[in-house]
């Protein structure tokens, strides 16, 4: 379902899961939870040691043929001791993407 908050779940017994959201109520046997960086907040009952951060990345548009798929390699390089940075090719016209990994801002 798409554009539905999830507001709340509980066990309704051992083989039941009743969710609450802001489109209504629903049973389920089994809950997958992708909430990605509001997962603390969505789980915040069970106090998980989960650290978000904040990583930039960027796409730089470059036709040239050596950033090319088949021609540049992905890659991650330490640049500097705990500090990566990484990259792919221009795959199908999407811009060649390059990333910091681990930098960015603990919330
Ligand atoms: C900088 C960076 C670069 C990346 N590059 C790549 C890459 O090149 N290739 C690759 O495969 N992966 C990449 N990833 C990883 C990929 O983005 C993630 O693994 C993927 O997006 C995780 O998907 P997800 O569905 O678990 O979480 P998300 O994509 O974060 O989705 C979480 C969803 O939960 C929803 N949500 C939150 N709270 C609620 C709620 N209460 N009720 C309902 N919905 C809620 C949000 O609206 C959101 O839509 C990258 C990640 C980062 C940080």
Same mark, same amino acid.
């Given at each position: 379902? %798409?554009?539905?908050?999830?507001?709340s779940y509980?066990?309704?017994?051992?083989?039941?899961?009743?969710?609450?959201?802001?489109?209504?109520?629903?049973?389920?046997?089994?809950?997958?939870?992708?909430?990605?960086?509001?997962?603390?907040?969505v789980l915040s009952d069970f106090k998980?040691?989960?650290?978000?951060?904040?990583?930039?990345?960027?796409? %730089?548009?470059?036709?040239?043929?050596?950033?090319?798929?088949?021609?540049?390699?992905? %890659?991650?390089?330490?640049?500097?001791?705990?500090?990566?940075?990484?990259?792919?090719?221009?795959?199908?016209?999407?811009?060649?993407?390059?990333?910091?990994?681990?930098?960015?801002?603990?919330?």
């Open positions: 379902m %798409f554009e539905t908050k999830v507001k509980r066990n309704l017994n051992h083989e039941l899961i009743e969710v609450q959201t802001d489109k209504g109520s629903f049973v389920t046997k089994q809950l997958i939870i992708s909430a990605g960086l509001w997962v603390n907040e998980l040691p989960l650290v978000i951060q904040k990583n930039s990345v960027a796409w %730089f548009e470059n036709n040239d043929k050596e950033y090319q798929i088949g021609n540049m390699p992905c %890659f991650l390089v330490e640049y500097d001791t705990g500090k990566y940075t990484y990259g792919f090719p221009n795959a199908l016209g999407t811009g060649v993407k390059i990333g910091l990994h681990l930098q960015g801002p603990v919330y």
